[in-house]
């Protein structure tokens, strides 16, 4: 038996200078970032050895919470800033933390560049079907009939599926799992961090101060509940089948977990190949 | 700040025959750059064709990106990765990249940005001349900022050059510009490249505080902080969120005031350091033809035939275009008769010409649309006009 303890053990994690954190009551961002604390324990990474890049939003704001190399960067542009990161320093622990709107409307050709690329980074993506950070405007994830502030008669266009967009483009690791699923969600975590290539984990996130309250799905809790009673487990499932409608159940599980060589280890198999002894490396560049 | 040499394997001593775009990709490798991002687009595209060729017999790395947004912010990652980076583009990926400029500023991430100018806007003439990019490079990404723009005209220049930007951008923290143009980029001249010994590298500001002590945004004595690399354990915070000296996002107009006016002043307090340029006859000059880039060429062509016809007229070379040689300016103004500025757009620095003059000295603009350069005898007919 270990002995009480009151030390929070995410806390050497987080920058508890920058509390309290500006996220809203009910939304599942903290969550999130309370599986990732956890997931660092658990996988034991060395903490200095571990960069958190987000681009722009609600979910943009979790890299400075870390006590992390955190960078906060511009919107939908964190999957480059980090590739750049990741080449430049191939010892780091790469981790893009960053919202749907962010990663996959505005920096919707990176995500699927990098994915493609195979950059040895796990990208977490906080899907709450809204821009939060601007007052509730439709996404690219919005459901078809879900109302915005900019799809005041409900949304039209039919969303993205991310993890079926994550696997056609590359991704060698592809999860989801709702802020309900708070184990999943670390476990995953631990499993992308561990993954050599291009991880992807998307969390289903309630963002009750606009979409929950504009689309009268009641509050943080009433969307736990709701992902309590309508996630199916289904590891394996083919990303194709795992749409998300504005009702209905949502597919969760590990849908991808497979070997491909990273970026990084093509380039230099490549280079290595063709130039031989006058191949000076590129990694660390 | 002890310089540090180059480091000989990156660095082609000898004399060359190579174009701008090599000779500034090769200054690139001489300045230690071992990072580069880019998007294919011409008349820039030898630039990065050379650094991919080159790089991994030298150690670094070239990542073709999927865009100029991409390739912008690959370098800044890069360099908080503890690389050397650039990127290079022209016209239209320049204005893509405004974003990742203003982002560098904020930042105080070192990097240099090559755009090898073309004729605009937008598409405009992709194989042909312009230098009408230049108040972009001032003032293209918002709010308000400094950097520093240098203007080769000659493939010397574009090695000498880059491997200046390298400096100055380690120096004061800031993304610098090497604002080339089509014909400096494309003209096939001799080069010489130096030993390794004779190249002085400024070296990247990392602190020797340990993390406990160490506050990234907190300045030193000439208002610019240390960094830290990624992965060293210091775990900072960078945010191009107005931010006080932890890193930390500071949302109020005190904090604004304070980190703005300490960027501003990197620059603004260095001017004598930073500005630079050539000049040729002012002695006795009643006229002074100011052009930069492949222009001043030409400029010089029509100083030599002005001469000859025994008008006194000289030539003033901004090298660092931006800041602008103000100081420079103003006291020739209070002399001269008149400024003939010449420079291929329909009126970019010609307006800071006139701004530095303030009166004192008439400026005449020889202006032209892009696609070719200036004939020597246009810049002659001004130049007869100035001396009136």
């Known amino acids: 038996m270990s002995a009480l303890t009151t030390i929070n053990p995410v806390e050497p994690f987080l920058r508890a200078d920058r509390m309290p954190h500006i996220w809203c009551p009910g939304c599942g961002i903290g969550t999130t970032v309370n599986c990732f604390a956890r997931a660092l324990v658990e996988s034991k990474l060395p903490i200095e050895k571990v960069a958190v890049v987000s681009g722009i939003g609600c979910t943009g704001r979790v890299a400075g919470y870390l006590h992390l190399d955190s960078f906060h960067t511009t919107h939908g542009r964190a999957i480059p800033f980090a590739t750049g990161l990741k080449l430049a320093n191939p010892d780091l622990n790469v981790v893009v933390y960053s919202g749907d709107g962010d990663l996959i409307a505005i920096g919707g050709n990176h995500f699927i560049h990098a994915a493609r690329r195979n950059v040895d980074i796990t990208v977490i993506c906080v899907n709450n079907f809204t821009y939060g950070m601007t007052g509730g405007q439709v996404a690219p994830t919005t459901p078809v009939g879900a109302t915005a502030s900019t799809s005041p008669y409900g949304c039209f266009e039919r969303p993205f599926n991310l993890p079926f967009l994550a696997e056609s483009s590359g991704a060698v690791y592809v999860a989801r799992w709702t802020t309900y699923h708070v184990r999943h969600v670390a476990h995953a975590m631990v499993e992308a961090f561990q993954k050599k290539g291009f991880s992807f984990i998307e969390i289903l996130s309630p963002c009750p101060t606009l979409y929950q309250r504009r689309n009268k799905m009641g509050d943080g809790l009433d969307t736990m509940r709701y992902y309590k009673q309508h996630s199916v487990i289904r590891n394996g499932a083919h990303t194709r089948e795992v749409d998300i409608n504005l009702q209905g159940d949502i597919i969760v599980g590990k849908f991808v977990d497979i070997e491909r060589p990273t970026l990084h280890e093509t380039m230099e198999q490549q280079l290595r190949e063709k130039l031989q002894d006058r191949y000076a490396g590129g990694g660390g560049a | ?388």
């Open chain 2, 1 to 388: 700040m002890i310089l540090n040499n180059a480091i000989p394997q990156c660095v082609l001593t000898g004399a060359h025959f190579l174009d701008g775009d090599c000779a500034c990709s090769e200054g690139a490798i001489a300045a230690g750059a071992n990072f580069a991002a880019g998007y294919p687009i011409t008349p820039s595209t030898e630039v990065v064709e050379h650094f991919a060729s080159r790089i991994p017999t030298v150690g670094g790395v070239f990542l073709q990106m999927e865009d100029e947004l991409a390739s912008s912010i690959a370098i800044l990652g890069a360099t908080w990765g503890g690389a050397k980076a650039f990127t290079v583009t022209s016209g239209p990926g320049f204005s893509l990249m405004m974003e990742h400029i203003g982002y560098a500023a904020m930042t105080e991430t070192p990097c240099v940005f090559v755009d090898v100018q073309r004729g605009g806007p937008s598409t405009g003439l992709p194989t042909l001349p312009g230098q009408a990019d230049m108040m972009q490079a001032r003032w293209g990404s918002h709010g308000d900022y400094e950097i520093i723009a240098l203007c080769p005209n000659s493939p010397q220049e574009c090695f000498d050059l880059t491997i200046d930007a390298f400096n100055l951008a380690e120096e004061f923290r800031i993304p610098v510009l090497v604002m080339m143009d089509e014909c400096v980029g494309h003209m096939t001249e001799k080069v010489v490249i130096p030993p390794a010994s004779d190249i002085k590298l400024f070296p990247r500001r990392y602190t020797s505080l340990p993390p406990s002590e160490y506050l990234p945004y907190r300045p030193g004595p000439d208002g610019i902080p240390e960094m830290a690399r990624a992965g060293e354990g210091y775990r900072t915070e960078v945010t191009g969120l107005t931010h006080d000296e932890h890193g930390y996002p500071a949302m109020n107009w005190q904090a604004q005031k304070k980190l703005v006016s300490r960027l501003l002043g990197k620059i603004r307090n260095n001017l004598d350091r930073i500005t630079r340029w050539e000049e040729r006859g002012l002695e006795d000059a009643e006229v002074v033809v100011v052009a930069y880039g492949i222009t001043s060429r030409v400029a010089e062509r029509a100083m030599q035939m002005a001469r000859a016809e025994g008008l006194q007229v000289g030539l003033l070379r901004p090298v660092v275009v931006w800041p602008f040689p103000e100081k420079r300016v103003r006291e020739l103004a209070a002399r001269v008769r008149s400024f003939v500025v010449v420079e291929i757009n329909y009126g970019q620095i010609v307006h800071e010409v006139e701004r530095c003059a303030g009166g004192q000295a008439r400026a005449v603009f020889v202006g032209h649309g892009g696609g070719a350069v200036h004939e020597p005898e246009e810049i002659l007919q001004a130049m007869r006009e100035a001396a009136q």
